[in-house]
């Protein structure tokens, strides 16, 4: 049974919002197949939002660039698929600058290598199939025009659409958030103008050349709502996920968050298997064990906005250092609470260092507003925490981990009824929570094989 602890039960989903990507199924369904009303382009958007917690100067960056690409593929009269697979690549374009500490240039005009942000960008959009008709227009996004030659780079076609992301960017970083838009157009347009042919597709430059002599084009573009301009310019039919869809494209969150942390690289699967395991022990239902194994693998999606010279540093981190790492839950929250659908999962997901006693944080909520699930999370991610392996130490045996654990239920820190049912059935919690970190581990070390094969071919 389920104890909410006096708490409402939650509102019952809004009805889906229906129709298909391209007006026919984007997904294939299988299994579990309950739609939770959650959007493909709200989770899209929230994904996008992350992105830009990577980087200060990030910040709107990829809206910037999927305003200005939009914009020139409905000029230009691409077609609608097309410009849908635009719209998409654009709102993520940077997504492999995450497994690079090499995104601080990406904001400025001239990219010194932009080669392995865009490869390894591609890879990781190919590992979630409704991403992979757009991941090539991410893979050549820096790819120069050269007067033609940039038709192919690497013996390979280079999609236009990816030249239209390639001037977007650049139009992008040219952008100085702190002075008017206005009085930047001459110099932006000048620029671009001088890079006609050499990086950019002459025809493109003349179509941004005509737009840009609207005024309300730069409005939009240093427009505090951005975000909801580029919701509204969007033609992306509202697509409503599965719940087995749902939780593959959080899965491939998690996998976007591993990869970034190569300390714990297979930490959110873990979290995803345990808390799945204890759900279904605790009396969940089928929906909530899905719902709370998608918690799992997104609960620190907000340590996208922890620096990576803090995420890896090897020792102690400094009384500053940890108070950014302690506001990662806080940024998983606002990640996701815009995705409508998702409310019981974002609460779950940002609940999990939080404690019964409040003294947990981002929030200090206690025992009052923390739900069940909130509390099966944050068992399962200190249990994980313990038990994998780091490559500094291998993990804690169960007696060990069973000392810590019986500590914090006597602080009054955790759930007892969660914290038994580990104990109660900790070989085959630990055993799950083992596979789903191996295999979660193939796949990264296959993510990384195939992006040094390909700089190989460099
Ligand atoms: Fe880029
Ligand atoms: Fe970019
Ligand atoms: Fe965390």
């Not at 509102?11 to 997904?27: A, D, I, L, Q």
Request: hydrophobic share 40%; glycine share 6%.
């Amino acid at each position: 049974m389920v104890h909410t602890n006096g708490l409402p039960p939650p509102p019952p989903p809004p009805p889906p919002k229906g129709g298909g990507m391209n007006g026919e199924g984007f997904f294939e369904d299988s299994g579990l197949s309950a739609c939770v009303s959650v959007s493909l382009f709200d989770m899209l958007s929230s994904l996008s939002t992350a992105l830009d917690l990577i980087d200060f100067e990030l910040i709107d960056h990829h809206n910037r660039v999927c305003y200005i690409a939009t914009r020139l593929a409905t000029h230009l009269d691409f077609s609608a698929e097309e410009t849908n697979d635009i719209y998409m690549a654009a709102i993520v374009h940077d997504i492999g600058a995450i497994v690079f500490s090499d995104h601080l240039g990406l904001a400025n005009f001239e990219v010194n290598d932009a080669y392995y942000h865009s490869e390894s960008g591609a890879l990781l959009l190919f590992k979630f199939e409704p991403f992979q008709g757009f991941a090539p227009l991410v893979r050549f996004h820096h790819t120069p025009w050269q007067y033609g030659d940039g038709r192919y780079a690497f013996g390979e076609k280079v999609p236009y659409g990816s030249h239209i992301l390639h001037l977007s960017d650049r139009i992008s970083v040219l952008l100085d958030r702190r002075e008017l838009a206005q009085s930047q157009i001459p110099g932006i347009s000048k620029k671009i103008r001088e890079n006609s042919g050499s990086q950019f597709v002459p025809a493109f430059v003349d179509a941004f050349l005509e737009i840009s002599r609207q005024e309300a084009f730069w409005l939009d573009l240093a427009s505090p709502s951005l975000e909801r301009v580029v919701e509204r310019i969007s033609c992306l039919p509202r697509t409503s996920l599965s719940m087995n869809q749902l939780t593959e494209m959080s899965h491939f969150f998690a996998l976007i968050i591993d990869t970034r942390s190569r300390f714990t690289a297979t930490h959110s699967s873990g979290v995803a298997s345990s808390a799945m395991e204890l759900g279904a022990l605790l009396g969940m239902n089928a929906s909530d064990c899905s719902k709370i194994k998608i918690a799992g693998y997104l609960h620190d999606l907000g340590k996208l906005a922890v620096p990576e010279k803090i995420l890896l540093k090897p020792g102690k981190p400094s009384e500053e250092e940890w108070m950014i790492i302690k506001a990662h839950p806080y940024y998983t929250h606002r990640i996701l609470e815009r995705v409508e659908g998702l409310e019981d999962i974002t609460f779950w997901a940002s609940n999990h260092h939080e404690e019964l006693d409040g003294n947990g944080y981002p929030f200090g909520r206690a025992a009052d507003n923390l739900s069940m699930g909130s509390r099966i999370i944050a068992v399962a991610d200190i249990f994980t925490a313990l038990a994998e392996d780091r490559p500094y130490r291998e993990g804690m045996k169960k007696r060990e981990t069973r000392k810590i654990f019986r500590e914090m239920v006597e602080c009054g820190k955790l759930d007892v009824q969660v914290v038994e049912a580990l104990y109660d059935n900790y070989e085959t919690i630990n055993e799950s929570r083992k596979s789903a970190q191996e295999k979660e581990l193939k796949d990264l070390s296959d993510f990384w094989e195939r992006l040094e094969k390909k700089a190989g071919h460099k």
